[in-house]
């Protein structure tokens, strides 16, 4: 087979590398969408360049008719070995989040809140603020509504604006369906760890994001950018898996990228990512067609 098959996986190691350099320079909801969309399509296209890779083991012969290379065993052996490494990450990484879901649900089962709310305030000491997004529960054959939580310790935290801009933000999670971006990038991580800094880049754009959609509504950046700051130096601990925490991530990077105009649109990035996408895809094509012409060949032998 030809350098084709081997193209899927370089380019997950140029998107790790490239990705917390294009969350600084880019729009951030553009940006998460491009991210989060092109880590899945190269997480799915390394692994089938590997499934390739590991059909051929046992048959490292020349096929100079096809104008196809050998794979040497070796190749093919860690390209199988790679495979299984592929599947237990995912597994273990799909057994996490049902855990973390079951225990987020368990932990706000009993939370009260007006009916028809989307705000709940707990009566916590703890300075926190988290989104967590609609859930189906087939048992009880109801939509759980997407809420945000916001201690007592929170609020206590910032003066009234930087709670309209704290509460602006968290509402930006939920509308802009961050969870799935979030979700998107962790599977894909899971599958190929190259793409592990794609993960922190399309984290890092979410929030940036919800900092944006949140200055956007309260018309004063500064104000949210003082309200990231606040709530971090009261000293938030790290959310719980499956929130979406107001204060945890990039905080430095934020308060900064606040400090200056909203960034235009990037359709450079977008453009970008799909063309690097098409291309993963129009390569596992290409080694598809290599792969099923190597076993109409030995077929025929």
Known sequence: MNLAVYLPVLASAAIGLAGSYLARRTSPSAGAVALSGLALVAAAGSAWALLLLA???????????????????????????????????????????????HRLATALAGVPGPVGSRTVVLADPRPEAYAVPGRWHPRRGRRRP????????????????????????ERAHVDGRHHLLLAATDLAAAVNPLLGPVRRAVAFLCERSADERSAAETGDRALVASAVAAAAL???????????????????????????????????VMLAAAVLGAAIVAADAHATGEFLQLLRSVAGR
């Not at 048959?59 to 052996?77: C, E, K, W, Y």
């Open 234 to 268: 009261a000293g938030a601990g790290r959310a719980a898996p499956g929130m979406l925490a107001f204060d945890r991530l990039g905080v430095v990077g934020r308060v900064t990228a606040l400090g200056v105009p909203a960034p235009g649109r990037a359709r450079l």
């Open 55 to 101: 059909g051929t083991l046992g048959d490292d012969s020349a096929r100079p008719d096809i104008g196809a290379a050998p794979v040497p065993d070796p190749v093919a052996i860690l390209a199988a070995a790679g495979l299984v490494a592929m599947g237990v990450r995912l597994a273990l990484a799909l057994r996490r989040r049902h855990r973390a879901a």
């Open 146 to 169: 997407a809420r945000v939580f916001v201690t007592a310790g929170m609020l206590r935290a910032l003066d009234p604006g930087q709670q309209r801009a704290l509460f602006a933000h």
